[in-house]
């Protein structure tokens, strides 16, 4: 049924139409997904509602920024069992929470291009919780104690859903064109952390 004809059945009972909201449009390639051009969305969209007076809402931020976008993480130290391998890295959930909230799957590269062989492993952040993991089970680079790890597509729901897990301080954004980049976003000390706290006087401290 197009458009028109549910705003006109609409109509007949009362109720106009004014604004049609799209959400958040198009999704971005985190792996193998094919997601459509923005030109053949927008070609869909002005088909179905050339006949209608609709304002549209669109949240196209995602697929501007989603794989503009990276975390940086350093791997710190190699753990093994008899049946998994992790890798520990510097950061965690509350850097970038989509795995842990959803099992969001975001590509992970080697920031330095070694040759390194592939293995499987689960690459865990440092807070103390079973969910604090960028990928679980995951075919990644066989990366050394030091190297610098890319968790790809964070451009979009990364710093804006971090947090202060764990007293953890949020990361910097650096925004990098060419061979030049700009800190945009501070990397936080303790007193941002404790800021606007105080301790009630009846502690006596």
């Not at 004809?5 to 609409?10: H, P, Q």
């Not at 869909?44 to 949240?59: A, F, G, S, Y």
């Not at 959803?102 to 080697?110: G, T």
Request: aromatic share 8%; proline share 4%.
């Amino acid at each position: 049924m197009r458009v028109q004809s549910k705003i006109t059945k609409l109509k007949k009972i009362g109720i106009e139409i004014k604004y049609l909201d799209m959400g958040g449009g198009l999704g971005i390639t985190y792996d193998d997904e094919s997601p459509p051009h923005p030109d053949e969305y927008a070609k869909v969209i002005v088909e179905l509602l050339k006949e209608t007076d609709l304002q549209l809402i669109l949240e196209p931020g995602r697929v501007i920024v989603g794989n503009a976008g990276i975390l940086v993480t350093r791997a710190l130290f190699r753990k093994s069992s008899s049946i998994k391998e992790f890798i520990i890295v510097d950061a965690g959930m509350n850097d970038l929470l989509r795995p842990t909230l959803y099992d969001a799957f975001h590509a992970i590269w080697p920031v330095v291009k070694s040759g390194n062989e592939f293995i499987k492993a689960d690459i865990v952040g440092p807070i103390c919780e079973s969910s604090d993991f960028l990928a679980a089970n995951r075919k990644v680079a066989d990366v050394k104690n030091g190297d610098l790890i890319a968790v790809m597509s964070a451009g979009a729901y990364g710093f804006a859903m971090s947090s202060n897990y764990c007293s953890r301080l949020k990361v910097a954004e650096v925004m990098v064109r060419d061979d030049q980049f700009h800190v945009v976003t501070q990397r936080q000390d303790y007193e941002d952390l404790v800021r606007g706290e105080s301790a009630p006087p009846f502690f006596n401290i």
